[in-house]
């Protein structure tokens, strides 16, 4: 597959994305690009089009209209199975309630989307990634025998582990203690510092929005905004002005 230079320094670059409901435009017209290397937050009050932008960003859902592309790969011109292994080799996902699969340990969980693709993980990045995540002495353990905490960076690490394009999390702190929360968020910024991974952050919380790089305003299934180098009061005070 040959890629431009531009298209390579943009992990995701969406154009006129619309994602209509019916009658409502959930995204109406959203056109944004996300640099290689770069932790942007994704806020906007209920109802917004968060979660849609999400699902259509990431090729879980296909928009109505216009165009988006994942590592210069226009996902839409894809067929169902093609778009179904980008997402799983070249996406990462973090959710609220982590995902993981109950009767797996902590290694099989982790290197599931690898293996799904007939493939074994690389030793050597596999144990970076479990060491990143301090999870190295909880390999044989379900999910169920983990904290909150512990079973967020597990689901990190499966989405790190394919050296994905980019990183979507979802509201990856929302089921988590405060304290647990700023610990998975320190864990988000220093991957993205010490990696160059690419991460979309979607949240409620301004104090986690802090942590980007620049925080994202949706409203209205429109982009309406975007603080660089955020403080919790910058985007508080963005958020009540919404
Ligand atoms: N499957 C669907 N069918 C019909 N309407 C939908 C569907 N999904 C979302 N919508 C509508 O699209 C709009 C945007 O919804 P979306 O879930 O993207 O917002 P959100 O910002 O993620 O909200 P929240 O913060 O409450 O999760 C809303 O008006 C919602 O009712």
């Known amino acids: 597959m040959t890629m431009t230079a531009e298209a390579t320094a943009q992990a995701v670059s969406l154009d006129a994305v619309t994602r209509t409901y019916g009658s409502v435009r959930a995204l109406d017209g959203v056109t944004w690009t996300f640099p290689r290397g770069g932790f ?8 917004s089009g968060k979660s849609t932008f999400l699902h259509c960003a990431s090729g879980l859902d296909r928009p109505t209209a216009g165009t988006v592309r994942i590592g210069g790969v226009d996902i839409g011109r894809l067929s169902e199975t093609k ?34 693709g007939g493939a074994a993980a690389e030793p050597a990045w596999l144990a970076e990634v479990v060491r990143r995540v301090g999870l190295s002495d909880r390999l044989r353990h379900r999910p169920s025998e983990l904290s909150g905490g512990q079973q967020q960076r597990a689901a990190l690490a499966r989405a790190l582990v394919t050296r994905p394009e980019v990183v979507f999390a979802d509201e ?32 409620h ?14 409203d209205e299934g429109r982009i309406v905004d975007e603080l660089a180098g955020p403080s919790a009061a910058a985007v508080a005070a963005r958020w009540e002005a919404l």
């Open 83 to 116: 778009r179904t292994r980008l997402r799983r080799e070249r996406v990462g996902y973090v959710f609220q309630d982590f995902n993981l699969i109950p009767s797996m340990d902590v290694e099989q969980n982790i290197t599931l989307p690898i293996r799904l």
């Open 172 to 203: 990856p702190t929302g089921a988590l203690d405060p304290r647990t929360a700023r610990d998975v968020l320190r864990l988000l910024r220093e991957t993205v510092d010490a990696t160059g991974q690419t991460l979309v952050l979607v949240t």
């Open 205 to 218: 919380d301004p104090m986690a929005a802090a942590w980007a790089d620049s925080v994202l305003f949706l």
């Open 40 to 47: 942007t937050a994704v806020m906007g009050p209920s109802g």
